[in-house]
């Protein structure tokens, strides 16, 4: 502690750079070994950073700017944003590097205005995402259902079934295609005669053992083509071969005979 | 990021060269000395930013700091003793904008203006002239132990003045 006290006023000089001689030579060695001197130290620059701050005179010249920004213009660039940053610059100056040199303060007032121009329209395009937001929802649903019918077709675990007319012309065929382990069905049906009102096709899912599995009913469109996508079936079911018969629009849990079209898995 | 960014230098040079400029006048006595002062301070801040360390104070102060010392040393005509990376400055007013500064400045005259007088202007040729103890001493004919205890109570007076808010 004394020695603390005897250095306090060394340290006042010291501070000032104004503390010589052996006493200079004393004190810096304290202070190589004193953290709290050493912290006292700053603090007591500080201070005399405050009479630094008395003096009140006139502006610099105006050329020592310029003079001064020729002279760094030369020189390698260490870097100052994040310095001025820290000090409490306003956030114009944290920038990207040659950017702002290059363009100067009246370009800053143009990207400003730019900016808020920027913000309007971002608050129309917010307004856009919440309505794509809500549709995009939906669109997720869709776009699954789109997969598992693509699935059902290309996925090579999935089985394919020709369905041909058992008699006479014109030729109806139908094609399905059965992932079995997604219950993933897809049926597409062509030259299929027009039925008569409320009647229609009804396709089943003939497994190794056990009564048929209605599979969707569908009824032709004008060229003859339909198509069942995804009926929903038991998971896993075994298809042995598919069918079809006509049934009342309603559909029927068990065919009624006569077998129109069937085929087996190729 | 420290990527050189001549804009951010110029941002620094329009708020702290006045302060600069006043200190290195008031030491030198001379514009174009004072000029040459401002222009080697943000040279070397530009050169070596990493000397200033944001987290212990002010860049204010630490330039005013640094000023006052290149100003002294090139009065004295002497080589400068500290390294800038050496100085290291706790202050709490960062005094950045100028209608800060000017009420600093009123609040430092006015505390430096209810000081004894021996005491103002031990404080003084320390702070603006860089005269050291002993020539303090010399030219006052006060003892020396009694310059030291001036100046440092002199600081002293300063930072409760401003402690306080």
New interface residues.
């Given amino acids: 502690m004394t020695e603390h006290e005897q250095f306090a006023e060394d340290l006042a000089l010291y501070a000032l750079s104004v503390l010589e001689g052996e006493d200079r030579v004393q004190l810096e060695k304290h202070l190589a070994n004193c953290s709290t001197c050493r912290v006292e130290l700053e603090h007591l620059r500080g201070d005399g950073a405050l009479l630094a701050f008395s003096t009140v005179g006139p502006r610099p010249p105006q050329r020592a700017r310029q003079r001064l920004l020729d002279a760094v213009a030369k020189e390698a660039a260490p870097a100052l944003s994040q310095k001025a940053r820290k000090d409490g610059a306003p956030d114009v100056v944290r920038t990207r590097r040659s950017w702002w040199g290059v363009l100067g303060w009246a370009a800053t007032a143009a990207v400003l205005v730019f900016t808020a121009s920027l913000w309007k329209e971002n608050a129309a395009l917010r307004q856009d995402v919440s309505t794509l937001r809500s549709l995009f929802g939906q669109q997720t649903v869709e776009l699954e259902q789109a997969r598992n019918v693509a699935s059902a077709i290309t996925n090579p675990g999935g089985e394919r079934f020709t369905l041909v007319a058992v008699k006479a012309p014109p030729q109806p065929q139908g094609k399905a295609f059965y992932l079995r382990n997604r219950s993933n069905l897809v049926f597409v049906a062509n030259n299929m005669p027009a039925l008569p009102p409320q009647k229609a096709y009804e396709l089943w899912l003939i497994p190794a053992q056990g009564a048929p599995i209605p599979a969707g009913v569908f009824k032709p469109d004008a060229h003859g083509s339909a198509t069942v996508v995804n009926p929903p079936l038991p998971a896993g079911a075994e298809a042995k071969a598919f069918a079809i018969t006509v049934e009342n629009e309603t559909g029927a849990t068990a065919p009624t005979m006569p077998i129109l079209m069937m085929g087996t898995g190729e | 990021?420290?990527?050189?960014?001549?804009?951010?230098?110029?941002?620094?040079?329009?708020?702290y060269?006045?302060?600069?400029?006043?200190?290195a006048?008031?030491v030198l006595g001379d514009?174009g000395a004072?000029?040459d002062v401002?222009?080697e301070v943000?040279?070397q801040?530009?050169?070596?930013?990493?000397a200033?360390d944001?987290a212990?104070?002010?860049?204010?102060?630490?330039l005013?700091?640094i000023?006052?010392?290149r100003a002294?040393d090139a009065l004295r005509r002497r080589r400068p003793?500290?390294d800038i990376e050496d100085?290291?400055?706790?202050?709490?007013p960062?005094?950045?904008a100028q209608a800060d500064?000017?009420r600093?400045?009123e609040k430092?005259?006015g505390v430096?203006g209810s000081m004894p007088a021996p005491q103002r202007s031990a404080?003084?040729m320390?702070?603006?002239e860089?005269?050291?103890?002993?020539e303090i001493a010399s030219k006052t004919g006060e003892p020396l132990g009694t310059i030291?205890?001036r100046?440092?109570s002199g600081?002293?007076t300063?930072?409760k003045a401003?402690q306080g808010g």
């Fill in positions: 990021m420290r990527s050189g960014d001549q804009s951010a230098l110029a941002e620094l040079y329009d708020r060269s006045s302060v600069v400029y006043a200190v006048l008031r514009t004072a000029e401002l222009q943000f040279l801040l530009w050169r070596n930013p990493g200033f944001a212990r104070g002010s860049l204010g102060a630490w005013a700091v000023t006052r010392n002294i003793e500290t100085v290291i400055v706790s202050v709490a960062d005094l950045a500064r000017s600093a400045a430092v005259r430096l404080l003084e320390a702070y603006f860089g005269m050291s103890h002993s030291k205890t100046i440092r600081l002293l300063l930072r401003f």
